[in-house]
């Protein structure tokens, strides 16, 4: 039973460019939630969804950033002409019912 | 001992000695809380959970030990060894959150010294 997937794990990106990031949950895992965490921060909710409903979009910045979890394939976190202060790590995680499963991350680097 | 560095608090033990990494949640009404390990350029990997309605939970070497009174986690770690190295953060989930939406607090780096 794989874990949660993250690709790709670093992702340098130009500013003015667009960033996508994907995650693939356990199996059997319906919900899906994105994290957000600076260097030596904590991680920072931003999305959560299940299959092809955004649930809770609170932590979400209001441009430039949206997020789907279609009903076939990995959810996606798509960042729209990306500045320096996107630069961070991305986290997602899946759940069942409580317990949550983080995967390893996309960091991504804007230049 | 403990010590606040730049961003993160720090913790420094002696391999085999007992670790204590406290935790101030923010929501009175919280009724589920977990423990996250999370290693230098890893994603958070779950350690040990508690609900509201227990004062203490054990795993193997750790323990959660929840104050509801004063709105306090803390983390025990036994016979600390160097592969417990890492930053540790506790996250909880308020009750009216729809799903499983973790609020995260602002981590402990625990360095564990040879």
């Known amino acids: 039973n794989a874990g949660v997937m993250q690709n790709p794990r670093h992702l340098v990106r130009r500013r003015g460019q667009e960033a996508r990031l994907r995650c693939s949950p356990m199996k059997g895992h319906s919900h899906v939630y994105w994290y957000r965490q600076l260097p030596e921060e904590g991680l920072k909710f931003m999305v959560y969804?299940?299959?092809?409903?955004?649930?809770?979009e609170s932590g979400m910045p209001k441009e430039r950033f949206s997020a789907e979890f279609p009903k076939e394939g990995p959810s996606i976190l798509r960042i729209q002409q990306v500045v320096r202060g996107d630069s961070a790590a991305y986290f997602c995680?899946?759940?069942?019912?409580?317990?949550?499963?983080f995967g390893q991350g996309t960091r991504l680097t804007v230049v | 001992g403990e010590s606040v560095g730049l961003h993160l608090p720090t913790l420094s033990v002696q391999e085999g000695d007992n670790s204590i990494i406290n935790c101030a949640y923010s929501?009175?009404?919280?009724?589920?809380f977990i423990w996250y390990k999370q290693e230098s350029g890893k994603g958070p990997q779950f350690i040990i959970d508690?609900?509201?309605?227990?004062d203490k939970r054990q795993g193997q070497r750790v323990t959660v030990l929840l104050n509801k009174t004063v709105k306090h986690l803390s983390l025990q770690i036994a016979a600390t060894q160097p592969g417990d190295s890492a930053v540790y953060f506790c996250?909880?989930?308020?009750?009216?959150?729809?799903?499983?939406?973790?609020?995260f607090g602002g981590g402990t780096r625990l360095m564990v010294k040879p």
């Open positions: 508690i609900r509201s309605n227990m």
């Open positions: 995680a899946s759940s069942r019912q409580t317990e949550a499963f």
């Open positions: 996250a909880e989930n308020p009750p009216d959150n729809a799903g499983n939406m973790l609020t």
């Open positions: 929501n009175s009404a919280s009724d589920y």
């Open positions: 969804l299940q299959k092809e409903n955004i649930i809770d």
